[in-house]
């Protein structure tokens, strides 16, 4: 009986076939892998199976065997275990900057992972409708086009928008393009910002990659590579609020006791946190001072301060007597 032209795709179907339909609660017989073959038009017999099994342990693959009562196999150790894959589809439905529809596909691909079993565990998991969610269906496409000219050391062009009260795209610089140097990508506040550096000013901006489009790489080299060699990016993002730039400088603050967690979730374990009698302690940090920052402060309500510059205390209090007036008015 001539052989299917098939034959060959015969490690290739019982590999996905262990892939998809096993897990360690869920082995398969014999049969089964003998049924499937079938059903892609693959003759085999019971005795040839235990050597394609050993075949693709020996390729790497990690195919358990199951003795007893109800003999059975499936694939063990993978690439992504189960609480593994949890944890990217709980970072994908929860990123503001990828959209409803890219989410949803992107947990699809998840899924292809491991067990159509565990994938029904995952499915649970996916609560996408309600949730905000970027409305800039490309973002996922902007962020390879940054990398790429990061990449390449190259200077992008991109418009910049920002939503009006109608809802409706307002592109800033007069609905006209930026021309900057691209120099990374920062995850911030569950948003994806890009760091440019402005030549014509001296100094980088944040723009977030979600509101970005019409992004070109240049063909000419990014300015500003002096300026981003001396930047340390893990202090750089502890120093920023809300991806809102200001005049970094040295502000000294008071803090009850019971929110050093919050300090150091903030500016990292090696901020020195100095004990202040027995109710508070002191914290000395380089921040961005902008209206984020003061933001983050008032968030404590009167279990935190300002202590110094006073130009920035000053200006704290401002703003708290500002907000004051409004809900006295």
């Given at each position: 009986m001539p052989k299917?032209?098939?034959?060959?795709?015969?490690?290739?179907v019982l590999l996905r076939f262990l892939e998809r339909q096993s897990d360690e609660k869920h082995p398969v017989t014999l049969a089964q892998m003998l049924e499937e073959l079938a059903r892609w038009d693959i003759s085999a017999e019971r005795k040839s199976l235990y050597d394609d099994l050993e075949t693709l342990r020996s390729f790497g693959a990690d195919v358990v065997t199951l003795r007893g009562k109800t003999p059975g196999y499936y694939l063990g150790a993978r690439d992504f275990e189960l609480p593994e894959l949890k944890l990217l589809v709980d970072s994908i439905q929860s990123s503001k900057?990828?959209?409803?529809?890219?989410?949803?596909a992107l947990i699809r691909k998840l899924e292809g992972l491991c067990s159509v079993h565990?994938?029904?565990?995952?499915?649970?998991?996916?609560?996408v409708r309600g949730r905000v969610k970027s409305m800039n269906e490309s973002v996922y496409y902007n962020v390879d086009a940054i990398s790429d000219a990061i990449s390449r050391d190259r200077a992008l062009r991109f418009r910049y928008f920002e939503f009006t009260v109608a809802g409706e795209r307002h592109y800033r610089h007069e609905g006209g393009y930026?021309?900057?140097?691209?120099?990374?990508?920062?995850?911030d506040d569950e948003n994806y910002y890009m760091l440019a550096w402005d030549e014509a000013e001296g100094r980088f901006k944040h723009f977030r990659v979600d509101k970005m489009t019409h992004i070109t790489a240049l063909d000419r080299p990014r300015d500003g590579k002096d300026a981003f060699a001396q930047l340390d990016m893990s202090v750089y993002s502890q120093r920023v609020f809300g991806m809102f730039a200001g005049e970094t400088q040295p502000v000294r603050m008071r803090f009850a006791r019971h929110l050093a967690g919050a300090v150091i979730d903030r500016f990292g374990k090696e901020v020195l946190l100095i004990p202040e009698g027995e109710e508070s302690f002191t914290v000395t940090a380089e921040v961005a001072?902008?209206?984020?920052?003061?933001?983050?402060?008032f968030g404590f309500g009167t279990e935190a301060e300002i202590l110094s510059p006073e130009a920035v205390r000053r200006e704290a209090g401002r703003q708290a007597a500002?907000?004051?007036?409004?809900?006295?008015?």
């Amino acid at each position: 009986m001539p052989k299917s032209p098939n034959q060959k795709l015969k490690l290739l179907v019982l590999l996905r076939f262990l892939e998809r339909q096993s897990d360690e609660k869920h082995p398969v017989t014999l049969a089964q892998m003998l049924e499937e073959l079938a059903r892609w038009d693959i003759s085999a017999e019971r005795k040839s199976l235990y050597d394609d099994l050993e075949t693709l342990r020996s390729f790497g693959a990690d195919v358990v065997t199951l003795r007893g009562k109800t003999p059975g196999y499936y694939l063990g150790a993978r690439d992504f275990e189960l609480p593994e894959l949890k944890l990217l589809v709980d970072s994908i439905q929860s990123s503001k900057f990828i959209t409803g529809k890219k989410t949803l596909a992107l947990i699809r691909k998840l899924e292809g992972l491991c067990s159509v079993h565990e994938a029904q565990v995952l499915e649970r998991q996916v609560f996408v409708r309600g949730r905000v969610k970027s409305m800039n269906e490309s973002v996922y496409y902007n962020v390879d086009a940054i990398s790429d000219a990061i990449s390449r050391d190259r200077a992008l062009r991109f418009r910049y928008f920002e939503f009006t009260v109608a809802g409706e795209r307002h592109y800033r610089h007069e609905g006209g393009y930026y021309q900057l140097s691209p120099y990374a990508l920062i995850w911030d506040d569950e948003n994806y910002y890009m760091l440019a550096w402005d030549e014509a000013e001296g100094r980088f901006k944040h723009f977030r990659v979600d509101k970005m489009t019409h992004i070109t790489a240049l063909d000419r080299p990014r300015d500003g590579k002096d300026a981003f060699a001396q930047l340390d990016m893990s202090v750089y993002s502890q120093r920023v609020f809300g991806m809102f730039a200001g005049e970094t400088q040295p502000v000294r603050m008071r803090f009850a006791r019971h929110l050093a967690g919050a300090v150091i979730d903030r500016f990292g374990k090696e901020v020195l946190l100095i004990p202040e009698g027995e109710e508070s302690f002191t914290v000395t940090a380089e921040v961005a001072v902008s209206p984020q920052f003061f933001a983050w402060v008032f968030g404590f309500g009167t279990e935190a301060e300002i202590l110094s510059p006073e130009a920035v205390r000053r200006e704290a209090g401002r703003q708290a007597a500002d907000i004051a007036a409004k809900y006295r008015e």
